[in-house]
């Protein structure tokens, strides 16, 4: 899924690295994190049968344009994956010590 969001948001040119962004890095970028993952499980076996993931993206720009313009792809890209996500959400932020402008992504998808 990260790769199909990379490829459908070039705003971020394939920025989008696991929990941090390398250090020299141009931006924009984006972080991804896997913040759950939890199996369903069949009430009648007891078995698992499906898991949900819940991911947090978080994306870097320079300006609050940039930034909402790359969220705005991404959500995009979720909402044209296959497997469309659910609970999709978004918040804005501000890294001080960056000065960096920050949004972020969080949504569950069924596997």
């Given amino acids: 899924m990260i790769n199909y969001i990379a490829d459908n948001t070039p705003l971020l040119q394939g920025r989008i690295y696991p929990l941090i962004i390398p250090q020299n890095t141009q931006m924009p970028a984006a972080v991804y994190t896997v913040i759950n993952n939890r199996d369903d499980q069949?009430?009648?076996?007891?078995?698992?049968?499906?898991?949900?993931?819940?991911?947090?993206?978080?994306?870097?720009?320079?300006?609050?344009?940039?930034?909402?313009?790359?969220t705005t792809a991404v959500k995009s890209a979720l909402y044209s994956f296959p497997n469309v996500p659910f609970e999709i959400s978004n918040r804005d932020g501000f890294e001080t010590d960056s000065e960096l402008f920050r949004q972020i992504i969080e949504f569950k998808i069924r596997n």
Avoid: L, M
């Fill in 42 to 70: 069949c009430t009648t076996t007891g078995q698992a049968y499906k898991s949900v993931q819940r991911f947090q993206i978080d994306i870097y720009a320079n300006t609050y344009k940039e930034v909402q313009q790359i």
